[in-house]
């Protein structure tokens, strides 16, 4: 399967940009046999990247959405189905929050090697789904945050307690500064309008494995995966 392939099958669909999904695709396929965690999936467009990244692999995702959302006629679960992308996909709808206390009670350890979060736009929700993810993230896993720059002043969201403060901006920087933490970069602001964060948990061993900013200056020459 094809990065236009899949570009082709959703090139219609919101919210994120192809070269976003792209750059998942690349991040997931560094890992042999990944898990791989998106919380909010929505319609399903970076969600096929993701699948795709896993089924090369020999992996897995596990993604959480608070209920089905259609686009054009068609939810995530369509999406996989059609693109034969469901047999490694793991879809729940439900609340974030409880997903993953289910899922990392079901799977403790170290296991995730990539989570992607695009949650729900509340501190309560995505603080809590950002630290478990960290918590269960493997040495040399992953965890990528869109939404840095969302205020929701600015958006026009209201009933906030700090609405002039991107707090997924606030969280991003918290785990930052956690001990267990081997280097972070932000990218997007420039290419896209629009900043994400990636956080990579210090690994036991140096290996080859380029770097974040090396991975991104990749994505920016337009090579891929």
Request: charged fraction near 25%; aromatic fraction near 10%; proline fraction near 4%.
């Amino acid at each position: 399967m094809t990065l236009d392939y899949l570009d082709s099958i959703s090139e219609n669909i919101p919210f994120t940009h192809p070269r976003a999904c792209r750059l998942l695709y690349r991040l997931a396929s560094m890992f042999e046999q990944p898990n791989i965690v998106e919380i909010a999936c929505c319609y399903g467009k970076a969600t096929l990247y993701l699948a795709a990244a896993a089924k090369r692999q020999q992996g897995l995702l596990h993604c959480v959405d608070v209920k089905p959302w259609l686009w054009e006629g068609k939810s995530v679960f369509d999406r996989l189905r059609d693109a034969n992308l469901l047999d490694v996909s793991d879809v729940t709808i439900g609340d974030a929050r409880w997903y993953m206390l289910d899922l990392l009670r079901r799977l403790p350890g170290q296991w995730i090697d990539l989570a992607y979060i695009d949650a729900a736009h509340s501190v309560e929700v995505d603080s809590f789904v950002s630290l478990a993810a960290w918590t269960h993230l493997r040495p040399g896993g992953i965890i990528v945050f869109d939404d840095l720059d969302w205020i929701p002043l600015v958006e026009g969201a209201k009933d906030f307690s700090r609405p002039a403060v991107s707090h997924v901006r606030a969280i991003f920087e918290y785990i930052d500064t956690l001990p267990d933490v081997e280097e972070q970069a932000c990218w997007g602001q420039q290419e896209l309008g629009w900043t994400w964060g990636f956080i990579r948990k210090r690994r036991a061993l140096r290996t080859v494995e380029p770097s974040l900013v090396t991975i991104l200056q990749a994505c920016d020459d337009g090579s891929s995966a």
